[in-house]
């Protein structure tokens, strides 16, 4: 069983001073620019309407739709510390997780918000920290920020054992789902994310395994390359040790689905990918569309599937623009207990 229990962080003041901090000559910036020139035409639109309207019901719902506006512009800086505690067999003491996933660094939302995720991380004090892919944006537009924002994470790499697995942005990789494959829209940069992560102590899993030993027991970690990469296989996870404790990281909760039906089940699968839906609405659900063969049932929460514990996270980037509702960015942490 898993227990949830929220906490939040929002520093609304940094978040308008980093996403005030425009720079030029990037099609990342002229997409913001656009967005904003948006932003104020409708806000000066809704501002007239007020001005002119004598329906008491409309102007309440135009000041809805007006707040509506900055919110969404706001919350993507706001950072959220979800935790839930875990029982999963044959462990002796409890082990503590900081696990992030959809970083998608970018030029508007890169090192300062990173300095805030790392020094939270920090503060929780885990024994362990897993990345669960798309570290980088790598979409329509990419600079070499996004790669250098990375180094950030030696602070925690110095202290602290950090593993991570690669996503779909690191390869490039959408997925049409009229024709029910991926296909690569985008430069291949996982080779340059790999040799930026390795060269500040971080392992990369690849269909691969790392033993850890913490706090004086051993349990197994099985890392997966991205799905719509077409690069992940679960050959490797059958020599698991039937044991220790079996922790599953990947990014795209939709991995899950291939795992063989004959061999030993973990004892929990952290996965990322979805944000969420990016945004959520209130009896409607997540509006965003991860293409997932799960549903948008899995795009957030704790999941049992076929009697395998799964946890997604809504992340901490965005895909796109920088706009979120009711899907704040966060850190989770995984607090794994003995099972009684």
């Known amino acids: 069983m898993a227990e949830l229990v929220d906490a939040h962080d929002s520093k609304s003041c940094g978040a308008i001073h980093e996403s005030s901090i425009l720079s030029r000559g990037t099609h990342q910036d002229h997409l913001h620019m656009i967005m904003y020139s948006v932003l104020l035409a409708g806000t000066a639109i809704i501002s007239v309407l007020l001005i002119y309207s004598n329906s008491p019901a409309l102007s309440a719902v135009l000041w809805i739709l007006l707040a509506g506006l900055f919110y969404i512009h706001l919350e993507p800086y706001f950072l959220k510390v979800r935790k839930f505690n875990h029982k999963i067999p044959g462990l002796k003491t409890p082990i503590k997780i900081a696990f992030i996933a959809d970083l998608q660094t970018k030029k508007l939302k890169g090192k300062k918000f990173l300095h805030r995720v790392i020094k939270k991380i920090n503060n929780l004090k885990p024994d362990l920290v897993f990345i669960g892919g798309d570290l980088i944006s790598n979409e329509y537009f990419f600079d070499d920020s996004q ?194």
């Not at 973990?266 to 549903?295: C, D, E, M, W, Y």
């Open 147 to 340: 790669i250098k924002s990375l180094a950030e994470f030696s602070v925690l790499s110095k202290n602290l054992p950090v593993y991570a697995v690669l996503g779909n942005h690191e390869y490039g990789i959408d997925f049409d789902e009229k024709k029910d494959q991926p296909h690569k829209i985008f430069s291949d940069r996982h080779g340059t994310v790999v040799d930026a992560l390795k060269n500040l102590g971080i392992s990369v899993l690849h269909n691969s395994f790392a033993n850890i030993s913490v706090r004086g027991q051993n349990l197994e970690l099985y890392g997966t390359d991205d799905l719509w990469a077409e690069n992940t296989s679960w050959e490797n996870i059958k020599s698991a040790k039937n044991n220790l404790p079996l922790l599953v990281l990947t990014h795209n909760p939709d991995t899950i689905l291939s795992y063989p039906k004959k061999i030993k089940k973990p004892s929990l699968v952290l996965a990322g990918h979805t944000h969420g839906g990016q945004i959520r609405l209130p009896f409607f659900g997540p509006v965003g569309n991860a293409k997932l063969k799960l549903g948008k049932k899995y795009y957030d929460g704790f999941f049992n599937w076929h009697g395998i514990s799964l946890f997604v996270t809504h992340g901490l980037g965005e895909s796109l623009f920088a706009i979120r509702f009711l899907t704040p960015p966060e850190i989770v942490e995984v607090t794994l207990l003995p099972e009684a």
